[in-house]
C-alpha cells in the first residue's frame, strides 16, 4: 500500500529562478535543495513542483479575422551534473518515442461594433464618438460584473473594435453552457444623440468542430439612435426661449381680460 505523498516546500536557499531569457524560467535546485531531495526516502516517488503565473500576450493581427486557439505548451528540460559518473547504467531500455501529451488550449475572440444613427437629414450615419464598456450577463436585463479593461469609443467610421475576450462555451479546458454571455453597455452616447436604452447582448462561441478558432462577432446596424430631444432644438430653462414664450402669454393673458372687461361694459 503506498503512503500519502507529503509536500515540502522548499526554502528560499535551496532553489533559484532565472528570467533573464525571454520565455524561459530556468529553476536549479542549489546544494542546500538538492540535499533536502536526496533526504527524501528513496523508496517512494520523489517529484518537485514548480508554481508558475505569467501574463497572456494581447491579441494581435487583423481584428475581423477569426482568431485561433492559444495552445498552452510547456517544454521542459531537465539538466543535471553528477560529481562523478554512475557505476552502473540504468536497467532498460529509454523509450525512443515520447508518450502523447494532450495540450490544453484557450480560446479568446474579439467583437466589432459599428454605431449607426439618424442625422438630422434623416438619413442613416456611423457615428463617432460613442463609448461602451464590457459586462459579462446572463441576458440584456440582467448584468453581471463589469470586466476591467475592456472598454473603447467609436472612431470616426463609427467602429469599436474590442479584442481578446475569452470564448463563452470553453473555459478551464472544459465545454461550458453558453448561457454566460456578454453585454456592451454604452456609457456615452455620440456628439448630439442619446444613450441607448439598453445593453447589447453578444456570445463568443469557439468553433470546438476541427478550425479551433473563434470567428469575430460582428454587431451592425441594429444599433441605432434617436437624436437628442428627438432632432428638436427646445429652449433650456431660463434661457431666451423661454423668455418669448412667456411674454407672449403674458400678452394674450392680458389681451383677454381686456376682452372680457369690455364685453361686460357693453352688456
Do not use: H, W
Not at 53 to 79: E, H, M, R, W, Y
Not at 134 to 145: E, I, K
Amino acid at each position: 500500500m503506498e503512503s500519502p505523498s507529503t509536500a515540502l516546500p522548499l526554502a528560499t536557499n535551496e532553489y533559484t529562478v532565472n528570467t533573464t531569457t525571454t520565455g524561459e524560467v530556468a529553476i536549479a535546485l542549489t546544494a542546500a535543495g538538492l540535499a533536502r531531495v536526496n533526504a527524501v526516502d528513496a523508496t517512494s516517488e520523489r517529484t518537485i513542483e514548480a508554481k508558475l503565473s505569467f501574463t497572456v500576450s494581447a491579441i494581435t493581427g487583423d481584428p475581423n479575422v477569426a482568431v485561433p486557439a492559444v495552445v498552452n505548451d510547456v517544454v521542459l528540460t531537465q539538466s543535471t551534473t553528477p560529481t562523478t559518473d554512475p557505476s552502473t547504467p540504468p536497467p532498460g531500455t529509454p523509450e525512443t518515442t515520447p508518450p502523447t501529451e494532450t495540450k490544453p488550449k484557450s480560446f479568446f475572440g474579439n467583437v466589432k461594433l459599428t454605431k449607426t444613427g439618424e442625422n438630422a437629414a434623416g438619413e442613416t450615419a456611423k457615428l463617432a464618438g460613442a463609448s461602451f464598456q464590457v459586462y459579462r450577463c446572463t441576458s440584456a436585463t440582467q448584468l453581471g460584473d463589469m470586466i476591467d479593461g475592456f472598454s473603447g469609443t467609436t472612431n470616426a467610421n463609427g467602429e469599436l473594435f474590442i479584442t481578446g475576450l475569452q470564448a463563452n462555451n470553453y473555459q478551464n479546458g472544459a465545454v461550458l453552457d453558453p448561457s454566460t454571455k456578454y453585454c456592451l453597455v454604452e456609457t456615452q452616447a455620440a456628439p448630439g444623440y442619446e444613450l441607448l436604452t439598453k445593453p447589447i447582448e453578444f456570445e463568443l462561441i469557439a468553433d470546438l468542430s476541427g478550425s479551433d478558432t473563434v470567428p469575430t462577432v460582428n454587431l451592425l446596424a441594429e444599433i441605432e439612435n434617436v437624436q437628442a430631444n428627438a432632432g428638436f432644438n427646445l429652449p433650456l430653462t431660463g434661457g431666451k426661449g423661454v423668455a418669448i414664450i412667456l411674454g407672449a402669454g403674458l400678452i394674450l393673458l392680458i389681451a383677454g381680460g381686456a376682452y372680457y372687461l369690455m364685453q361686460r361694459r357693453e352688456s
